[in-house]
């Protein structure tokens, strides 16, 4: 079925830029929603943004709007999450997942059945 592999992510220090790529495969003619999700340590799982595959229709948590974007290569089926000006409240795990569905809101993680396997993200001093 629909398979995520992450690649990317790594440690800079505030003000720097990281990007995570999420490769998709497997997948239908079906309008997949991509969201991007990250775990803090010691935090629950949080949505931070969300795009359709294929579509230039985006989302974005108010906290990260402006300074992440969602690129895709629609081409080889990738998705980026574009990271700039990072701050140290950044640092988690990020995730991509997906799910066939009308709309893509940012949602709770719940409402996705299908995850990349994380990528860490460092923003420190």
């Known amino acids: 079925q629909v398979q995520l592999v992450q690649s990317g992510g790594g440690s800079v220090q505030p003000g720097g830029s990281l990007r995570v790529s999420c490769a998709v495969s497997g997948h239908s003619r079906s309008n997949y929603c991509i969201g991007w999700f990250r775990q803090a340590p010691g935090k629950g799982r949080e949505g931070v943004a969300t795009a359709y595959l294929g579509s230039g229709i985006t989302t974005y948590l108010a906290s990260v709007k402006g300074r992440f974007t969602i690129d895709q290569d629609a081409s080889r089926n990738i998705m980026y999450l574009q990271m700039n000006n990072l701050k140290p409240e950044d640092t988690a795990v990020y995730f991509c997942?997906?799910?066939?569905?009308?709309?893509?809101?940012?949602?709770?993680?719940?409402?996705?059945?299908?995850w990349g396997q994380g990528t860490q993200v460092t923003v420190s001093s």
């Open positions: 997942a997906a799910e066939p569905r009308q709309l893509c809101p940012i949602s709770r993680p719940g409402e996705f059945k299908v």
